[in-house]
C-alpha cells in the first residue's frame, strides 16, 4: 500500500494520559500535514511539518499538543495529558509539494477516544 | 469565522439524474480549491480541484466550476450513481501563505437513490 499511513487506527486513552499518533506520507512525499475533525464538522488544520521542520504551527492549540517529523520515521502528533474535548479523528496527508497548488492526500486517521 | 462554507448539510438525488453540491467562500487570497469525497470511517479522498485561473474543470463525471466574483464553487455530478453516496468537502487554500494548508468546508452528505 503506497498510501498515508496512519497508525493506531483507533485509540483509547484515560484523561491524564499521553496519545500518539503516527504518521507515514506516501513515498516520494517530504511534506506532511495535520488535521482534526471533532463531530460533525468539517476538518480544521493543525500543524504542517517537513523532515525536521515545523512550517506552519497556527492550528494547535497552545499547550499539551506537539508535532515532529524527524529525518528517519513518522510524523508523530504528541498530546499530553488528554482531556475528553481532546476525542476527535485525526487525519495526516502528505503532498510532494513541487508546485504550490497540489492535492494532499489523506489517511484513514486516527480516532481517539478518551475515556 | 467559517472562511469555507457548505450551506446544505444533506442531498438527496436519484440515479441517473445529476448531483449539484455548492461551497462558498469569503477569503479572496484563496487560489486553489479542491473536492474531497469521504465515507464513514476512512480519509478523504482527493476528487478534483481547480485553480482560480480557471473557471472550469472536468474529469470525467465530475466537474467544478468557480465564480470568484461571487466567492461561489459548484461541484456537479452527473450521471449520478448510488455509490457516490458519501460525505463531500470543499477545500481552499491560499498560496501566499506559501504553506498550503487547507481551509474545509463542513461537508454536505450526498445520498444517491438507486
Not at chain 1, 511534506?31 to 480544521?44: D, T
Not at chain 2, 462558498?24 to 469521504?38: A, E, G, H, P
Request: charged share 20%.
Amino acid at each position: 500500500n503506497a498510501g498515508v499511513m496512519q497508525n493506531p487506527r483507533h485509540l483509547v486513552r484515560r484523561r491524564g494520559q499521553e496519545a500518539r499518533l503516527r504518521c507515514s506520507p506516501m513515498k516520494g512525499h517530504s511534506h506532511v500535514y495535520w488535521y482534526r475533525q471533532l463531530p460533525e464538522e468539517g476538518l480544521k488544520f493543525m500543524v504542517y511539518l517537513q523532515k525536521e521542520n515545523i512550517i506552519d504551527e497556527s492550528g494547535m492549540p497552545k499547550e499539551r499538543f506537539s508535532a515532529e517529523f524527524p529525518k528517519e520515521g513518522p510524523s508523530i502528533l504528541r498530546i499530553q495529558q488528554v482531556v475528553r474535548g481532546d476525542s476527535a479523528a485525526y487525519f495526516c496527508a502528505s503532498s510532494p509539494r513541487k508546485s504550490l497548488n497540489q492535492p494532499q492526500h489523506f489517511g484513514d486517521g486516527t480516532r481517539l477516544s478518551i475515556l | 469565522d467559517q472562511q469555507v462554507k457548505q450551506n446544505s448539510p444533506s442531498l438527496s438525488v436519484q440515479e441517473g439524474r445529476i448531483s449539484i453540491l455548492n461551497c462558498d467562500y469569503t477569503n479572496s487570497m484563496f487560489d486553489y480549491f479542491l473536492w474531497y469525497k469521504k465515507y464513514p470511517a476512512e480519509g478523504p479522498t482527493f476528487l478534483i480541484s481547480i485553480s482560480s485561473i480557471k473557471d472550469k474543470n472536468e474529469d470525467g463525471r465530475f466537474t467544478v466550476f468557480l465564480n470568484k466574483s461571487a466567492k461561489h464553487l459548484s461541484l456537479h455530478i452527473v450521471p449520478s450513481q448510488p455509490g457516490d453516496s458519501a460525505v463531500y468537502f470543499c477545500a481552499a487554500s491560499a498560496g501566499s501563505s506559501n504553506t498550503g494548508k487547507l481551509i474545509f468546508g463542513q461537508g454536505t452528505t450526498l445520498q444517491v437513490k438507486p
